[in-house]
């Protein structure tokens, strides 16, 4: 026999684009008209603008550290410094001596956000050390066309990003990151921040009592941002593995938070084995993006016609293939795993599938089967393994043989049909007649019929 095989082996490629572009102009209030003298001077760092009848304030270096809306010290929100630059806006957040008193900044975006679009927004907040009160209560809502209302009461939206419910903003040291990912209804053009939760929903508490502005929260923001996640994710196209090995998808991509495929993995690097549509969706700034692929999973496909064997004249064999490939084709065109051949000769058959092929011969030769049947005399059923049963011999490839054994007075005592044998029983020592019928298997239609006896020794 021989085998002749040829194997595909299949490989992923993975490539991630994601790009981003600040759509908030002037996002750390750098940029100003003017330099800011006392509160509610917002406007000066255009385009921000104060939409309400609140009074945000702006804080600069260049008023000086000390003067009213100077840096790092002023006269509204204590000692601070500027997260990156020179400045920072400054908004009241709550008060507990004036029901639902809130601030708002708003600035006009650079581009209208596109719908379906996701985006990713970021700002980073501080608790003025010279307000008595701390709160959970800040996010950003994304508006078509400017939002200026005649009002110091909350804004009735419900904000696109919120900070966690419950979570206090306490940090007067430090800058407090509040973010997340929003996907555009399609027209916003304008950002609003502030506190968009009633008095109700807030969460606060006291934290720095007996300093100068008493029941009131009050927060410094800088550095906001607002990115469009541009690009796709793609972990590669559709993939065939052949064999056990499997293979492994890369679904990094940078800044990514969260990682997680449909079987609940939460790697990046994930290796699959099995088929089906493996799918995987990666979280960057609150944005998410999926992708998936179909795996087919194959066996390296093999080929066994067994060994050569001989075939006696007049008579047929079946040739099984055995394999696990989808597709068997053996060299005469016909398909299937089974071949039934009844002449000498070298037969082959070749097995496929997407991972290949490979082919398998045999040799069935010629082979000088003796046609007799003969009558073993005697045997000795004493258990001792050697000669304790009795069965004609005969070629079963040419013969297929029915067994009788009588007593001497003519009562059957055994029936056996190809191959069966007698074992005698509880047949005391003596002599029985055995009757034998055989068919040819070569010839169906010839018969020959025997009468013999065998000797029963104990």
């Known amino acids: 026999m021989w085998r002749t095989a040829t194997i595909i082996t299949g490989i992923v490629m993975v490539c991630t684009t994601l790009g981003a572009q600040n759509l908030v102009p002037n996002p750390s209030f750098e940029e100003i008209t003017s330099c800011p003298t006392f509160a509610s001077m917002l406007d000066t760092a255009a385009p921000w603008f104060n939409p309400t009848q609140g009074t945000p304030e702006l804080f600069h270096a260049c008023s000086g550290s000390g003067a009213y809306a100077g840096v ?3 006269h509204s929100g204590g000692f601070q410094q500027p997260r990156t630059g020179n400045a920072f806006a400054g908004i009241y957040v709550f008060r507990a001596d004036n029901s639902t008193i809130r601030e708002y900044i708003e600035v006009p975006l650079t581009e209208p956000l596109q719908a379906g679009a996701c985006y990713s927004f970021s700002m980073f907040v501080n608790a003025a050390n010279d307000n008595e009160l ?10 078509i066309g400017a939002l200026e209302v005649d009002t110091w009461q909350v804004l009735p939206l419900a904000p696109h990003i919120d900070h966690p419910a419950g979570v206090l903003i306490n940090d007067t040291l430090g800058w407090t990151e509040v973010s997340g990912g929003y996907t555009a209804a399609g027209g916003e053009d304008h950002l609003i921040i502030g506190n968009f939760r009633d008095d109700a929903s ?9 300093v100068w502005y008493a029941n009131m929260s009050y927060l410094l923001v800088d550095d906001v941002s607002l990115v469009h996640k541009e690009g796709t994710l793609d972990i590669g196209p559709d993939t065939l593995i052949c064999g056990t090995a499997g293979i492994e998808f890369d679904a990094t991509v940078p800044d990514a938070t969260n990682t ?23 979280e960057v700034g609150g944005c998410n993006f999926s992708d998936a692929v179909q795996v087919d999973v194959l066996p390296v496909p093999f080929m066994d016609l067994g060994p050569d064997r001989g075939l006696c004249f007049g008579l047929s064999h079946v040739l099984s293939a055995s394999t696990a490939a989808m597709d068997v084709v053996w060299d005469d065109g016909s398909t299937g795993l089974e071949r039934t051949v009844d002449r000498p000769g070298i037969y082959y058959a070749t097995a496929s599938n997407r991972c290949g092929t490979i082919t398998d011969g045999v040799n069935v030769f010629a082979e000088d089967c003796p046609d007799g049947i003969y009558l073993p005399s005697a045997f000795t059923p004493d258990g001792d393994e050697i000669n304790d049963g009795f069965a004609p011999i005969y070629d079963p490839r040419l013969w297929q043989v029915d067994l009788t054994i009588y007593d001497r007075w003519g009562g059957s005592l055994f029936a056996g049909v190809d191959g ?3 074992d005698a029983g509880d047949a005391p020592s003596g002599i029985y007649v055995v009757y034998v019928k055989a068919t040819s298997k070569t010839m169906p239609t010839q018969h020959r019929e025997m009468m013999g006896h065998v000797a029963v020794v104990r």
Do not use: K
């Not at 807030?202 to 007996?210: K, S």
């Open 72 to 74: 790092p010290l002023n």
């Open 134 to 143: 701390v709160c959970d209560g800040v996010g950003a809502y994304f508006n």
């Open 202 to 210: 807030t969460t606060w508490a006291m934290f720095n009592p007996g």
């Open 260 to 282: 997680l495929w449909n079987d609940g993995s939460t790697e990046a690097l994930h290796m699959v084995t099995i088929s089906g549509i493996h799918s995987v969706t990666v």
């Open 420 to 422: 069966a044998s007698w």
